[in-house]
C-alpha cells in the first residue's frame, strides 16, 4: 500500500464512521472509529523510517480512549478522559519542545504558580455547574480540562513563538478536540441531539488526519 492508497483509505473510513454515526447504526460506528488510529499509524509507516515515541503514545492512549467509548459513558467516562487526557498532556510536552526561544520557555516555568492558582479557581467555580452532572467523574474531568487547556494554550505559544507549520497543525488537532469535546459534552450532560454527535464525529476525524500530518512532520 503507498501512501496515496493509505490517504484515501483514511477517508474511505471516516465516511464510514461519519454515514453510519448518520444512520445510527452504533456497531459500525465504534468498528470505523477504531480503523482510524491503526490507519494513521499505517500512514506514518510508510512515510517516516523513525516516528518519535512520545507520539507513538499519544496513538496509543487516544486509540484506548477510542475503545473506551464503546461501552456506556456511565461506566467509561473515567477511562476516556483518562486515555484522552494523557494524550493531551503528552502533546502539551512536546509542543512545548518545539519552542525556540528559551525566553518564552522561561516565561511558561514563571507562570506556572499563577497558572495553578488559575485552575483552583476554576474547579471551585465550575463545580457548582458541571458538579453534578459529572458526579464521581467530576474530579477526573477537572483533571481532563486542564490537560487539553493546556494542549491548546502551549500549542498557541509555540505557534506564535516559531510560525511554522508543525507548530500550526498542533493548533489545529487541539482545536479540533476542543469542539469535539464541546459538542460530546453538550449531547450527554445538556441537550442530546444528532446533530451533536455528528459533529463531534466530524471534528474528531479532522483531528486525527491532521495528527497524522502532525507526526509526519515532527522531528524533535
Known sequence: MNLKTGVFLYLIISFGFLLFEILDISFF?????????????????????????WYLFILLFYFIGDI????PHKTSLGYILISYGISHFIFAIICFKLIRDIKVKKLIYSSVPLIILWFIYFNYSVKDIFGEALGNFYTIGVLYSI??????????V????????????????????VLAD?????NIFLTPAKVYEILNVIFQIGGYYFLYLFGKRLHI
Not at 464541546?182 to 453538550?186: D, E, L
Open 29 to 53: 460506528v465504534h468498528l470505523f472509529r477504531l480503523l482510524l488510529i491503526p490507519c494513521v499509524f499505517l500512514l506514518l509507516i510508510k512515510c517516516r523510517t523513525q516516528i518519535n515515541i
Open 182 to 186: 464541546i459538542f460530546m459534552g453538550i
Open 158 to 177: 509555540s505557534y506564535y513563538n516559531n510560525e511554522d507549520k508543525t507548530s500550526l497543525l498542533a493548533v489545529i488537532i487541539a482545536m479540533s478536540f
Open 68 to 71: 473506551s467509548i464503546i461501552y
Open 147 to 156: 490537560s487539553l487547556s493546556l494542549f491548546s494554550v502551549i500549542a498557541l
